[in-house]
């Protein structure tokens, strides 16, 4: 059993991991771990093919949908619990950004927005808004019979 999670771990799952072959649990949860999933993780003989429980979630790996199938196959055929971190529970293991998608729950989605173009709308009519409040009340200080003699008597 190794328990890493919280452990502030960075970069790539190391294959030497593979070679421990009584391990039955890896929890590596909410670190920093990036880089591909490793192929071993979806062969069913790695860790003497031990391995009956696999956490992830909380890292930020790259998500590849193959490599997700392979280890989601592994994970159903040898009855290894993949934990919450990755489809159909959720898709944490590769960062905030994904979420299980609805129509084909073992993938993911990128949800990530991009707020950019919708902040320089909102902007632009805060701005228009703004100017033309102005104006009015320029206007009306200005020329205050201006307005009444335009309203019908």
Same mark, same amino acid.
């Given at each position: 059993m190794v328990r890493l999670n919280l452990a502030g771990f960075d970069?790539?799952?190391?294959?030497s991991l593979s070679s421990l072959a009584y391990l039955q649990?890896?929890?590596?949860a909410a670190n920093r771990i990036s880089g591909e999933l490793p192929p071993w993780l979806s062969d069913a003989r790695a860790c003497g093919g031990a391995l009956a429980s696999l956490e992830l979630g909380g890292n930020q790996l790259a998500y590849d949908e193959a490599a997700v199938a392979r280890l989601l196959d592994r994970c159903r055929s040898s009855g290894t619990s993949c934990g919450a971190g990755l489809p159909p529970?959720? @898709?944490r293991a590769f960062g905030d950004k994904w979420q299980v998608r #609805?129509?084909?729950?073992?993938? @993911?989605v990128d949800?990530?927005?991009?707020?950019?173009?919708? #902040?320089?709308l909102l902007a632009l009519c805060v701005s228009c808004f703004v100017a033309g409040l102005a104006f009015y009340i320029r206007l009306f200080t200005r020329h205050p019979l201006a307005m009444i003699r335009g309203s019908p008597a």
């Open positions: 970069g790539e799952l190391p294959s649990e890896l929890d590596l529970n959720a @898709c #609805l129509e084909r729950p073992t993938t @993911c949800c990530s927005v991009d707020l950019l173009g919708p #902040l320089v």
